[in-house]
């Protein structure tokens, strides 16, 4: 039953972020609305635990949440690029072109921010302003796509 729910959440966000990226280039579409829609199960479940914690269970509570965005974090950098090169090597495709420019940007903020979390999570604790920290530096991302797909 989940499956389905998610299956048609699914085709109802990608018809709105193809109706909100219309204006923007496939790479900055991708960068920003998708990864938002691909994020979502994680924030949600963060949000989930985090509001149901109570005094009792607020540890617990957190590191789960901490633990469902850690395991996304694995998948997401080991387990969908290895799928999608087995398929593309399925497909027989031989070359594929991916421009510099997108390389060298996409490099630099991922370079940068684990910079970042190496930094802030050396320290012996976390506080709500590590998140903030992190959600400025993708906004600053955001902007920088937003506005070099403009220009």
Request: aromatic share 12%; charged share 10%.
């Amino acid at each position: 039953m989940c499956s389905y729910i998610i299956a048609k959440s699914c085709d109802v966000f990608e018809a709105a972020t193809d109706c909100l990226g219309k204006n923007l280039s496939d790479g900055v579409k991708g960068a920003t609305l998708n990864a938002i829609g691909s994020s979502m199960p994680e924030l949600l479940t963060t949000v989930f635990f985090l509001i149901l914690a109570t005094q009792e269970n607020l540890g617990r509570d957190f590191a789960a949440s901490i633990g469902g965005n850690s395991g996304s974090a694995i998948f997401n950098s080991i387990i969908i690029p290895m799928l999608v090169i087995w398929v593309v090597l399925a497909m027989g495709v031989t070359g594929v072109k991916v421009s510099k420019k997108v390389i060298l940007r996409d490099g630099l903020f991922l370079i940068g921010a684990e910079i970042m979390i190496l930094v802030l999570l050396s320290s012996s604790y976390i506080t709500h302003w590590h998140g903030w920290i992190f959600t400025g530096f993708y906004f600053i991302y955001l902007a920088y796509m937003l506005l070099s797909s403009i220009c």
